[in-house]
């Protein structure tokens, strides 16, 4: 499990993101790196909370699960439609995307190919996931256990083969007014969260997890900060190479970086690894998001097939194929690029009213003996819960056209909401007078 709480997250974003931090806040790197270990310790506020979580209530569909005992089942719903229509799916076909991108910088290949090798990955994490959960986990543990060797090597050689970046000459202030700077912050921030997203995913598997009450919560802890140490390394890494302007400047750092330092013919490296870890990352999104939509199958608030288990290999197959399917269908249209802008900070919201589920199982439930109590409760969920709220609320304000755009993607599963349910009762009064 921690395995696959790392492999989520690391995607493409350590490798691209820090420039993209850096240039908002006027190329002040102690205040970039304090972002990224902003963003890592709120993942961690975050994992902790739902360590608690996960460990009470090991069922498949995690936050979906909290969300529907607490909240009740419309919110729980539109959190499964969201991650089904574009979050997830979205996610998937972003990485798939990037693959064909990726591997066009270390073999030529012509744009429709590029989009032909991206549907391939897709089929093939595809049928790995239909095959077997233990397939799925041998895939991503090897595929993990590379990225990871891999940025600690990739740091390694840029520390010591770098030497641009002088903590001590580097400017406290960036001289930028202080709305700007403040601006700014908030632009980094959320940048440092996507590069930080999916942390979260291995909740949706915790039905299937070998003793959850230990592992999940373990796997949410070691995992998180393992996370934070593997950014933060590479991030020094790279101002090693490339000085605080070089990152900055830079779009694709770790090989603007790699080639820096040993030559232009190793940002192919760099590329295979950005490989990798886009398989993993995808691969785990196959393994853990179709549990949501096979919990709501199973509530008959979604596709009855999707709550089939598949009789050979026990997995639940047919929401792994429905949600792949729709998928490739987002890599091919490009479409998910504009869903995920509008709709991705609304995921957010959800990741805080599941964590605001401790709440309600707490009070239900105030003499329960927990198998793991969060650290520093009530203020480790709050502090996540009111810091997310900040920066859902500043996406509002700063940007109402698509955080209108958004909410109606959202709210448009209202009336599947509605439909389901009345063929749900209809299909229970069939049954009950057959």
């Known amino acids: 499990m921690i395995l696959l709480v790392i492999g989520t997250v690391i995607g493409s974003g350590i490798f691209l993101v820090p420039g993209i931090v850096l240039r908002p806040v ?61 979050t997830g799916t979205g996610t998937t076909a972003t990485l798939a995307v990037a693959f064909g991108v990726y591997l066009g910088q270390i073999v030529p290949i012509v744009p429709w190919m590029a989009k032909l090798i991206s549907l391939l990955m897709i089929a093939a994490i595809t049928v790995v996931n239909v095959r077997g959960t233990r397939q799925s986990a ?121 080639a820096a330092v040993i030559g232009p013919g190793a940002a192919k490296m760099v590329a295979l690894m950005i490989l990798i870890a886009i398989v993993s990352a995808a691969n785990s999104c196959v393994l853990t998001a179709p549990r949501v939509y096979f919990a709501m199958a199973t509530d008959g608030v979604f596709f009855r097939r999707l709550a089939e288990i598949h009789p050979r290999f026990q997995t639940p197959a047919f929401a792994i194929i429905a949600s792949s399917i729709w998928a490739a269908l987002l890599a091919v249209t490009g479409t998910f690029e504009q869903l995920l802008t509008y709709v991705v900070f609304i995921g957010w919201t959800f990741y805080a009213l599941a964590a605001g589920s401790i709440f309600v199982y707490r009070w239900r439930q105030p003499n329960a003996a927990l198998p793991y109590r969060v650290p520093g409760y009530p203020w480790t969920p709050l502090i996540f819960i009111a810091t997310v709220a900040a920066i859902v609320t500043n996406t509002i304000v700063a940007e109402p056209r698509r955080a209108a755009v958004g909410m109606g993607v959202v709210l448009a599963g209202a009336p599947a909401y509605i439909v389901w349910r009345k063929l749900n009762r209809q299909g229970a009064t069939v049954e009950e007078g057959g």
Request: proline share 5%; charged share 5%; hydrophobic share 50%.
């Open 26 to 86: 006027g190329n002040n790197v102690p205040l970039a790196l304090s972002i990224w270990l902003a963003g890592g310790l709120l993942s961690l506020l975050g994992a902790l909370t739902y360590g608690e979580l996960s460990a009470m209530k090991p069922r498949a569909g995690g936050l979906y699960v909290y969300i529907r005992d607490c909240f009740g089942p419309f919110p729980a719903f539109l959190f499964g439609w969201t991650l089904f229509l574009v």
């Open 138 to 258: 041998n895939l991503q543990n090897i595929a993990t256990a590379i990225k990871v060797g891999g940025i600690v090597l990739m740091g390694i050689g840029l520390l010591w083969l770098g030497h641009r970046y002088h903590p001590a000459s580097t400017p406290i202030s960036s001289g930028m007014p202080m709305h700007s700077l403040l601006s700014g912050v908030g632009l980094a921030l959320v940048s440092v969260l996507w590069a930080y997203e999916g942390w979260q995913y291995a909740a949706y598997s915790a039905g299937e997890a070998k003793n959850p009450q230990r592992n999940l919560p373990l796997a949410f802890l070691i995992g998180t900060g393992a996370l934070i140490a593997l950014y933060l390394f590479a991030n020094i890494g790279y101002l090693a190479a490339l000085g605080g302007p070089g990152v900055a400047a830079s779009n694709r750092v770790a090989a603007t970086a790699v």
